[in-house]
């Protein structure tokens, strides 16, 4: 079956301006992460979904990140007013079992001007 | 929080050669997987090993959970093996992963 795929694959915008980006997990996986990658590092959580709510918020840095998974299925990660500072690549992950093993996207690159 | 060490943080081997990868982490986790991000980017899960040892093809994994280690053992490498090892814990089942910060192997024909 299809595996995690994200959209878009690089997204190149100007400082302040808004920005979606889109994971559609594994079918039928309730679970649903986002992370982070710098260059260099290993990726950082930002957000755990659980079905349609967040489970786990506390890895979003600032109140200008905020995501949705509306119908338990795909998610989308929002970033208002966009800083240099949040270029980077951004991972999805999806998981179908309670032990938790995590199958990831592609990424999404994100670079600031 | 649970804290994640990897080592060592540089490897370069010659093809067919052996080598292991250590994982240590500073609490008790129910959840430790070991993935390889390829020189695209791409994460790919290895192995889900919150104790004991899994084997698959020339790649396999043991964790010693009492004593909070994990070691990937890779024997006969390839060049295609090349890119970072990642080890990441959690506290159970569907919790976000802690990640180190790798092991960069490269593999020289």
């Known amino acids: 079956g299809a595996g995690v795929s994200q959209t878009p694959s690089n997204k190149v915008t100007e400082k302040g301006k808004y920005v979606e980006l889109r994971c559609d997990p594994i079918s039928g996986h309730t679970a649903l992460y986002w992370y982070r990658q710098s260059l260099g590092q290993g990726p950082e959580f930002l957000i755990y979904f659980q079905g349609t709510g967040a489970a786990d918020d506390s890895g979003l840095p600032n109140d200008r990140f905020f995501a949705v998974r509306p119908e338990g299925s795909v998610s989308t990660l929002k970033i208002q007013r966009t800083e240099r500072g949040d270029s980077a690549v951004y991972l999805c992950?999806?998981?179908?079992?309670?032990?938790?093993?995590?199958?990831f996207g592609p990424g999404t690159r994100l670079t600031v001007l | 929080g649970i804290q994640v060490e990897q080592s060592p943080p540089d490897l370069i081997l010659q093809e067919g050669a052996n080598s292991t990868l250590r994982c240590n982490f500073s609490?008790?986790?129910?959840?430790l997987q070991w993935f390889h991000q390829n020189p695209w980017g791409q994460l790919i899960n290895l192995f889900y090993?919150?104790?004991g040892t899994k084997q698959n093809g020339r790649l396999s994994a043991t964790t010693v959970a009492t004593e909070r280690y994990s070691l990937l053992y890779i024997s006969s490498s390839q060049t295609t093996d090349s890119g970072v090892y990642f080890c990441a814990s959690g506290n159970s089942g569907n919790t976000p992963l802690v990640f180190g910060k790798g092991t960069r192997l490269s593999v020289i024909a």
């Open positions: 090993i919150p104790s």
């Open positions: 992950a999806s998981s179908g079992d309670t032990r938790g093993a995590q199958y």
């Open positions: 609490d008790s986790v129910n959840n």
